[in-house]
């Protein structure tokens, strides 16, 4: 009886120890997501600029009004959509919302725009939604984001 509990406890702590390692690996996207971000760069013939973060921007019209910070209080006109050109999400007349309680690709990315600027968002997942990924944005989603830098609130 004595090495038949040992037996149950070792295999318990066995199964659970297997089942939170495999619980807490997460997939590294980053190698993959680089590879979509170029290949769609190239592919429309884009010109974009990388951060040291991995982010992608292309500015096409710069802006002349204030330039946020990434703590401002914004109002952005956007479209979000994958590589594949499905929209997720948009807002033509612009939401307002602090840079600092969104995703860290806009919090990055957003202020290198200034007032009135308009460009895109090339955002790798880890500075999305990451692994986990939120209302129809599947888990390691590369997202783009044209954008309209309305106001800076």
Known sequence: ???????????????????????????DYTVENEKEITDYIAKNKLTATRTASGLYYIINEPGTGAQPTATSNVTVA??????????????????????????????EGIPLFKEGGKGALLIPSHLGY???????????????FDINLLKVN
């Open 130 to 144: 990451g692994n986990s990924g939120t209302n129809g944005i599947p888990g390691g989603a590369v997202l783009i």
């Open 78 to 107: 956007y479209r979000g959509y994958f590589t594949n050109g499905q929209i997720f999400d948009q807002s033509a007349q612009g939401i307002s919302f602090p840079l600092n309680k969104v995703i860290q690709g806009w919090t």
């Open 1 to 27: 009886m004595k090495y038949l509990l040992s037996a149950i406890f070792a295999m318990t702590l066995f199964v659970s120890c297997s089942s939170s390692d495999k619980d807490s690996k997460k997939t």
